[in-house]
C-alpha cells in the first residue's frame, strides 16, 4: 500500500496537508489531514481502481446534503484521491464489541443503523430497482450523536437483502463470533429496517448464510465453523 507521505511530498497540491491520523484500509491510503486548517479525508485509490473513485464520487455526490454521508469535495482524477469532509465519531465496530457498552445500547444503535439503511435503500430507489451501499460492514459506520456510512467504492444496483444479510453476517463473524447476543442485535437490526421500509426481504436467512460462506476465502482457518453456522442459519433462521 502507498504512503501518504509519498503523496504529501510529491505532490504540490498535498504538500500542505498535515496528517493527524491514518485509518485502517485494505486497499487505499485513507488519512485525516488538515488541510488550510480544515479537516478533511483523503482517500487515495490504489492504481487500477478508476471505477471505484467514480463509483463512490457519485454516491457522495448525489447523496450527501440529504442522507448521513461525508461531504465531497472534489475528485482529484489525475492522483486517484477523493478530498471529503472528516466526520469526528467512534467506530460502531468497536462500540457493538465494547463489553462495557449494555444491551439497550446496542440495540439502540442497530435501530439506528437499519433507519440509515432504510433511508439510503429508498433515496436511490426508482421504481423497484435499487441501488445497495456494498461492503455493509459495522466497521464502514461511525456514530456521533447519528448513524454515519463511509465508504461507498462497492456500490452498485442489487437487492436490498444483499446488505441487510451482509451486514448481519459481519457482525456475526466479528469477535467474539455468533454470540446470543449478536444474533438477537441481526433480529433486532431486520425488525427495525422492515418496519421503515415499504418492501419484504425476500429469503434473508439465506442472504445471511451466503455472506458467511464467502468470508471463507479470506479466513480459510475457520472454514468449519462458518460452513456449519451458515448451514444452521438457513435451516433455522437467525
Known sequence: MKDIMDL?????????????KRFESKKH???YVLMD???????????GFKGNIETEFQ???QASSRLTLPTIFEKDNENNVLIMGYIPGKNLGDILDDSLVNLGEKQT???LLAQWFAQFHTFFRKDMKFRIRGDP????FLFNNQMWGVDFEESRNGNPGDDIGGLCASLLTFDPMFTSEKFGLCRKFIEEYLHNVSWQLEK???EVA??????????PEQEKILRNYAHHIRKKGL
Open 210 to 219: 451466503y455472506a458467511i460462506l464467502e468470508k471463507i476465502s479470506w479466513r
Open 204 to 206: 434473508i436467512n439465506d
Open 137 to 140: 460492514n459495522v466497521r464502514n
Open 29 to 31: 491510503t485513507v488519512c
Open 109 to 111: 444503535m442497530m435501530c
Open 8 to 20: 504529501i511530498t510529491t505532490t504540490e497540491k498535498y504538500s500542505q496537508a498535515s496528517i493527524q
Open 59 to 61: 454516491v457522495l455526490q
Open 37 to 47: 486548517n480544515q479537516p478533511r479525508v483523503l482517500k487515495w485509490f490504489a492504481p
